[in-house]
Structure formats: structure tokens, C-alpha cells
């Protein structure tokens, strides 16, 4: 039995799927958080948290790394830790430095650190020749001006460090830079109390469809487990409306977007005990590296790829941190695709209605997830306001998706927002 030393953790559906999988492998856990009520307020009502299951809670400013390093050290003195891991994005860099403080398994801290910031990201990848978007990056509204005239509207603006797509806004002229500028300069602190780097990176918009390519690495190999595809709405926001895995993409597609992955993680040294995301955008010239997340894909893609797969991402997660091989045998599930459709708020007001109906029993649903009326609702901007999602599965080929976007449908009939 291993003892894991788990910082912190997103509230969605990761935070049970880590837990889980650290259960089923035999092994135990220490859950390490600066505020425990942010676990609690998350958990259905009547329900413990999964990360309240730990052998361990303990309290700790997981913002102040340098605080943060001596006390784990303490801790690790007396319970023993096999392994750091979160699943959090806010809290990569500082279990990265964690465990090589503690001489455990585990990527070099540079390239998580490297991996977590978009505008370091970006210099590394054009450095070692990896194909993205022409960029700029700067904190004074001059550059910023200039830059956007260079590389030429319509641009995509985005923060350097927040996730889930927030603030992300495609802009088409000047004027709408400005306001896109505006809004993130008055967003100086993220959800986990970090105060946020006042520098805005600018991207140009690429065209063709996004894919995000799911991978391994453990002992210098990099084991790619497949291609997910990606529907986008809310424009001039990015929000994920949808996915499905496999993609449905030629195989020449999919090798070449596998490769643009593999080629982004080595340059960046994410090579070992890494389970990355990495968003790939299909051009016209090729594929684009969009950005490199080092840690599983959110929004229910691993349940995707373990419904067609078999395989656990969780899990892989898990025997990467310990330093161990991961198991990445695929098992004939009876499915050939999976697929997941969010449903996205158009509208602010109370939710007053929102009905399955029929759709929680309909052949292929693997799950239906929705909010309960009542509920404070507003006009999307990112991926943290879904109102609930379908996930369905087809045994034949790549029709999930199809499937999915009209069981959506029918959901959407009864969704009264007022």
C-alpha cells in the first residue's frame, strides 16, 4: 500500500474520480487544503466529500509555497509519502516542487512551471520549433496595441494563468481589445485566493477544428491513448460545448496530431510521470499547438476514453505519481465512441425549469447530469456555468456525437430560465 500526499483538487468531477482511483489501487491518501469548507460547500447535501475519506486532513496555506515546503517536509518525516499529486491546475507547480523537495517521483518543476503559464509555454514551444500561433505578450496597454496590429485581427486574448477558458475572448478590432484587456485587468485574483500575472498574451486566431490529444509519459516515454474531439460555442467567448472520443478523424489527422503533442511535451520535458492534455488545433497549414495542460483532461473526457477504452486515466495518474508503470492495456468495452454534450446557459435569471424527461432512460445514455431549478443562472463566459451535461456511447462507430447533441435537444425543450 502506497501513501499518497494529495494538494488540493478541483471540485468537479475529478476530485472523486482521484480519490476513487487511489482507493481501487490499494492505496491511501493525505488531503492537504488551505480551506476545507470550499470541499464542503461542493458535496451534495447529506454526502461526505471522496477527498474527506483521506487517512489524513490537514490544514496548510498551500499558497505560500515557501512556508508550504518545510512543513510537508515535517509531515513527510513522520507519515511517509510514496507520492504527490493534484489534480488542481493552481496547485501543479507547487506539488511539482513538493516532490522533487522530497526526492519523489515526479516531473522537473521548471517544466510544470513552463506548462502552467501560457505566455512560457508559448516561448518554449516557438524555441524548440513546435507549431502554434503567431503571439505577443505584454502588460502595458501600448504593446498590447501595437502587437495586435502586427500579427493582424481577428486575435484571441487571453490570461497567462487561469483556466477552464475564462476570460479568453477572441477580439476584431481595437475597441474590443480594449474591453477584453479591461475585463481581465479587473480580475487581479483567482478562485483560490492567488494573485494573478498582470500580463495578457495575444494569439492569432487560427482556423479548422480543436482536438486535444490524451497521453502518459512515464520513464521518458510518452504513450499517446487517443485523440478527443471538441465542439466550441459562445463566441466571443471559447466555451466547450461538447466532445467525443475517438475523434472522428482521419487516421493521417490523428497521427499528425499526436505527433504536434509528443513533439510540445519534449520540448517542454513533460516526459515522466505526467498524464498531459494537450489542446492541438487541425489548420490549414497543420496543427497548432493551442496549449499544454500537464495534468488529465477535465469535462468527463477520462470517463469518455474509459466507456470505449476501458482504460482509467485516474488510475494511470495515480502509478505515474507513485513512479510506477501505468497499466495502459484497452479492454473491448462494447463501445466504439463516447460522447458528452454540456448544456450552456444563453440567458441570466433564475432557473425554473429543467426536465430529463425521457432522456435518462434512453438506449446509449451513460449519464445525465442537471442543475435544480432554482438555481442564479447567467449568460455563459466560460466553462464553470454549465447547467448539466449528456453523455452517451455508441457500440457501432463515431455517431456518440450525433447521438448526444439530440438527446441535448430534447433536454433543451424544457429548460425555462426567467
Excluded at 516515454?221 to 471559447?238: E, L, N
Excluded at 472520443?245 to 490523428?254: I, M, R, T, V
Excluded at 456555468?385 to 425543450?413: C, F, I, K, N
Aim: net charge negative; aromatic share 4%; glycine share 10%.
Amino acid at each position: 500500500m502506497a501513501h499518497l500526499l494529495v494538494v488540493e483538487s478541483w471540485v468537479g468531477s475529478m476530485s472523486r474520480l482521484l480519490p476513487r482511483a487511489i482507493r481501487e489501487g490499494g492505496h491511501e491518501f493525505t488531503f492537504l487544503t488551505r480551506d476545507l469548507h470550499h470541499y464542503l460547500r461542493s458535496a451534495p447535501e447529506g454526502a461526505a466529500h471522496p477527498l474527506l475519506g483521506a487517512r489524513n486532513v490537514i490544514t496548510a496555506d498551500t499558497n505560500d509555497t515557501e512556508a508550504l515546503l518545510p512543513r510537508v517536509e515535517r509531515l513527510h518525516s513522520v507519515l511517509g509519502f510514496d507520492g504527490v499529486i493534484t489534480s488542481c491546475d493552481y496547485y501543479l507547480p507547487v506539488v511539482a516542487r513538493t516532490a522533487a523537495r522530497l526526492g519523489l517521483p515526479g516531473p522537473a518543476p521548471e517544466a510544470v512551471e513552463n506548462a502552467c503559464r501560457k505566455d512560457a509555454t508559448r516561448r518554449v514551444l516557438d524555441d524548440a520549433g513546435v507549431p502554434g500561433p503567431r503571439f505577443a505578450v505584454h502588460e502595458e496597454w501600448a504593446g498590447l496595441a501595437r502587437s495586435a496590429r502586427e500579427i493582424g485581427y481577428p486575435l484571441v486574448v487571453k490570461p497567462v494563468d487561469l483556466c477552464a477558458g475564462m476570460y479568453v475572448r477572441r477580439v476584431d478590432d481595437e475597441e474590443q481589445l480594449a474591453a477584453a484587456v479591461k475585463a481581465l485587468g479587473e480580475f487581479p485574483v483567482n478562485a483560490r485566493g492567488q494573485r494573478r500575472a498582470p500580463v495578457v498574451l495575444l494569439e492569432e486566431l487560427l482556423d479548422g477544428p480543436e482536438v486535444s490529444v490524451e497521453t502518459v509519459s512515464h520513464a521518458g516515454a510518452v504513450h499517446v491513448v487517443g485523440v478527443t474531439d471538441k465542439s466550441v460555442g459562445g463566441a466571443p467567448a471559447f466555451i466547450e460545448t461538447g466532445h467525443m472520443f475517438p475523434a472522428a478523424l482521419s487516421s493521417a489527422d490523428a497521427e499528425a496530431a499526436g505527433q504536434t503533442a509528443l513533439g510540445a511535451l519534449k520540448a517542454l520535458g513533460l516526459t515522466d510521470g505526467v498524464v498531459a492534455h494537450t489542446e492541438i488545433k487541425l489548420t490549414s497549414a497543420g496543427p497548432r499547438v493551442v496549449e499544454v495542460n500537464p495534468r488529465p483532461a477535465g469535462n468527463r473526457i477520462t470517463e469518455l476514453i474509459r466507456h470505449v477504452t476501458g482504460l482509467d486515466l485516474a488510475a494511470a495518474f495515480v502509478d505515474v505519481s507513485l513512479g510506477r508503470a501505468p497499466d495502459l492495456r484497452r479492454t473491448d468495452t462494447g463501445l466504439r465512441s463516447a460522447a458528452i454534450g454540456f448544456l450552456v446557459p444563453e440567458a441570466t435569471g433564475t432557473l425554473e425549469a429543467l426536465d430529463a424527461g425521457r432522456v435518462r432512460t434512453a438506449p446509449d445514455v451513460l449519464e445525465v447530469q442537471l442543475a435544480e431549478p432554482g438555481r442564479q443562472v447567467k449568460t455563459a463566459g466560460s466553462n464553470n456555468e454549465y447547467l448539466g451535461h449528456v453523455m452517451a456511447g455508441d457500440p457501432a462507430g463515431t455517431g456518440a456525437r450525433a447521438r448526444v447533441e439530440a438527446l441535448l435537444d430534447e433536454v433543451r425543450s424544457g429548460l425555462v430560465i426567467r
